[in-house]
């Protein structure tokens, strides 16, 4: 699919076929949640815009890559995507963060607000949108569209599993935003929900009940 990057990694695949699994403990969970957000993170800033400058070494001077503008701010959807970012924040320790609270209507799938927290930065650094479920795409194209409000000059959104209809519905939102991902999965049943998906992220990261 247009401008979806799954990523290919024997050690994402372990982590996510754990994070799957219906017996993994919400500490556990939370762990495996914050691993593959790293990876994922590693993945989504491959292509920052780099620059030469010099280095000094114990030994000797040398020109070196580096990065040629400020990170990223790093943005979790809440609630779920908490845990995620948790793992973009050990990539990229310095950045920037905000939070978008959006929550889904169970009859209608569609997202409504309730907070909107995003530094001022967000506007010359640009944003990476962390949420672990990529399901029916409202709250997905909702959130970018809160943080392109804001002023981002850029995104990239970050998920774990996608479903082909969520993937197809932020990119004829937003056509300018790539999505990263662990995995896309087969579709949607008939509650919104991903199948075969790994559950309600939110749910078993904190242990809650839906």
């Known amino acids: 699919m247009t401008g979806l990057h799954v990523v290919d990694h024997a050690l994402l695949s372990h982590r996510l076929a754990e994070l799957r699994d219906a017996a993994t403990p919400s500490p556990r969970f939370r762990r495996l949640l914050a691993e593959i957000g ?8 491959r292509d920052l815009p780099t620059a030469v400058a010099e280095v000094t070494t114990p ?23 908490l845990g995620l970012m948790e793992g973009g924040l050990q990539v990229l ?13 169970e009859h209608t799938l569609e997202p409504s607000q309730y907070m909107l927290r ?19 795409g409202g709250s997905a194209a909702a959130a970018v569209a809160r943080v392109k409000e804001a002023g981002a000059p850029h995104l ?17 939102a937003h056509p300018d ?25 939110g749910d078993r990261c904190f242990g809650t009940e839906g």
């Open 38 to 45: 790293a990876i994922l993170a590693m993945e989504a800033t």
């Open 93 to 105: 320790p310095e950045a920037p963060v905000g939070h978008v609270g959006l929550v889904r209507d």
């Open 156 to 172: 990239r959104f970050v998920c774990v599993v996608a479903a082909p209809e969520g993937v197809a519905r932020l990119r004829e």
């Open 118 to 136: 995003m530094p001022p930065e967000v506007r010359v650094r640009g944003a990476i949108l962390f949420d672990p479920m990529l399901a029916t």
């Open 177 to 201: 935003v790539p999505v990263y991902a662990a995995a896309l999965d087969e579709r949607l049943d008939h509650r919104g929900f991903i199948v075969p998906g790994l559950g309600d992220a």
């Open 59 to 81: 030994l000797t001077a040398m020109r070196h890559r580096r990065l040629a503008g400020p990170e990223p701010v790093l943005v979790a959807v809440l609630r779920a995507g």
